[in-house]
T-cell receptor, first 110, second 113 residues
Framework: GQSLEQPSEVTAVEGAIVQINCTYQ??????LSWYQQHDGGAPTFLSY????GLEETGRFSSFLSRSDSYGYLLLQELQMKDSASYFC???????????FGTGTRLKVLA | DSGVTQTPKHLITATGQRVTLRCSPR?????VYWYQQSLDQGLQFLIQ???????AKGNILERFSAQQFPDLHSELNLSSLELGDSALYFC????????????FGPGTRLTVL
């Protein structure tokens, strides 16, 4: 099947670094995206990896390894406002379906 | 503000009824996507339109249908509603066919009683 698996919840303290993993079991897709969603809000785009390697955007970085069917989102210098759900997502090759991961709820503690 | 608008914001209806959700994409975006998000669940891809044509179909029920009009706005029609259809329905738009950034609207919260 086509799925993107993420840990359900991650907790970290303010100022720390946290990594949210995304593993997939699909035959192929075009890159991996990351979205943030606050409770009651709409998802907003954070980062996109078209190719293997690391992409850095401010405090957020994202990594993709196609050979390992694995990606992650790295959040540095955590702030309280980073408490939200984070989703990885990808467009499947062939069927062109856009699949979102199971989502990770991040709790940032003071 | 993403530039994507959705109406209505809230919708309360009864089982067996039919509703229409409307989405206007960002100016210049040709793709429109529809997603369903049930309480504390992830986003389920329903369907995508690109420049008026259906591009991809996800786990969309036969009771649901969508279309994209010449002015690129889109409507999602939900019929014979069941309690389990209660959810947040998001519309998103993007410039191209699907590998580019998607911009999400604020969503329509549907409650079926």
């Amino acid at each position: 099947g086509q799925s993107l698996e993420q840990p359900s919840e991650v907790t970290a303290v303010e100022g720390a670094i946290v990594q949210i993993n995304c593993t997939y079991q699909t035959s192929g897709f075009y890159g991996l995206s990351w979205y943030q969603q606050h409770d009651g809000g709409a998802p907003t785009f954070l980062s996109y990896n078209a190719l293997d390697g690391l992409e850095e955007t401010g405090r957020f970085s994202s990594f993709l390894s196609r050979s390992d069917s694995y990606g992650y989102l790295l959040l540095q210098e955590l702030q309280m406002k980073d408490s939200a759900s984070y989703f990885c997502a990808g467009l499947t090759s062939g069927t062109y379906k856009y699949i979102f991961g199971t989502g990770t709820r991040l709790k940032v503690l003071a | 503000d993403s530039g994507v608008t959705q109406t209505p914001k809230h919708l309360i209806t009864a089982t067996g009824q039919r509703v229409t959700l409307r989405c206007s994409p960002r100016s210049g975006d040709l793709s429109v996507y529809w997603y369903q998000q049930s309480l504390d669940q992830g986003l389920q891809f329903l369907i995508q339109y690109y420049n008026g044509e259906e591009r991809a179909k996800g786990n969309i029920l036969e009771r649901f249908s969508a279309q994209q009009f010449p002015d690129l706005h889109s409507e999602l029609n939900l019929s014979s509603l069941e309690l389990g259809d209660s959810a947040l329905y998001f519309c998103a738009s993007s410039t191209g066919l699907g590998t580019d950034t998607q911009y999400f609207g604020p969503g329509t919260r549907l409650t079926v009683l």
